[in-house]
């Protein structure tokens, strides 16, 4: 079974600091690893994905994320936010060997502020 | 753009009522998800289908629940009959893929449902 676990319910930043937002999974099997962001009042989109190579990968409106075999863990980070950054991160996991199966966290709000 | 659309966007009904909420999925995509988001449980898987046929809905309250592909432009989740607890959002998601590494999911806007 895979289980994934994001430790911070909100993360407050002022616009144009770093952030990072913390994921770590668990699992018996390999795993591809996703970050997917909800603004308000909408539906997930992807933001990157984790299959293989290179452990640091780069997804849309400059963030990126980086993979941790021995941790277990794909932090997503920002070097620099902005208010229109304000959204709830989700960071999910599917087996390898499953064809289908997301299985999200339980999210991190990104609250900007100016 | 080419997106999901799901229908209706918010529903309020009584307990005990039936509730329909429906999917268009994006055209050739043939994979589709239903997904029910809760404050206490996060995003829950409920349903995936792939080429119409039902592969997984081991996450689907039986008793009351219900999704199906009647053609591949439609899915619909129904609950029957309603309770508060089913109150949630309802995400519909597709996608086109065989295998997971090339899964991409695209989400609809979701149906806020409200169980009086």
């Known amino acids: 079974a895979q289980s994934v676990t994001q430790l911070d319910s909100q993360v407050p930043v002022f616009e144009e600091a770093p952030v990072e937002l913390r994921c770590n999974y668990s699992?018996?099997?390999?795993?591809?690893l996703f970050w997917y962001v909800q603004y308000p009042n909408q539906g997930l989109q992807l933001l990157l994905k984790?299959?293989?190579?290179?452990?640091l990968v780069k997804g849309i409106n400059g963030f990126e994320a980086e993979f941790n075999k021995s941790q277990t863990s794909f932090h997503l980070r920002k070097p620099s936010v902005h208010i229109s950054d304000t959204a709830e991160y989700f960071c999910?996991?599917?087996?390898?060997?499953?064809?289908?199966?997301?299985?999200f966290g339980s999210g991190t709000r990104l609250l900007v502020r100016p | 753009d080419a997106r999901v659309t799901q229908t209706p966007r918010h529903k309020v009904t009584e307990m005990g009522q039936e509730v329909t909420m429906r999917c268009q999925p994006i055209?050739?995509?043939?994979?589709v998800f239903w997904y029910r988001q809760t404050m206490m449980q996060g995003l829950e898987l409920l349903a995936y289908?792939?080429?119409?046929?039902?592969?997984?809905d081991s996450g689907m309250p039986k008793d009351r629940f219900s999704a199906e592909m009647p053609d591949a432009t439609l899915a619909t989740l129904k609950i029957q009959p309603s309770e508060p607890r089913d109150s949630a959002v309802y995400f519909c998601?597709?996608?086109?893929?065989?295998?997971?590494?090339?899964?991409?999911?695209?989400f609809g806007s979701g149906t806020q449902l409200s169980v009086l």
């Open positions: 998601a597709s996608g086109l893929a065989q295998t997971a590494k090339n899964e991409k999911l695209f």
């Open positions: 699992s018996s099997v390999s795993v591809y």
């Open positions: 984790y299959l293989s190579g290179s452990t």
């Open positions: 999910a996991v599917t087996p390898m060997d499953s064809s289908y199966k997301l299985i």
């Open positions: 055209l050739g995509h043939n994979t």
């Open positions: 289908f792939r080429n119409r046929a039902p592969l997984d």
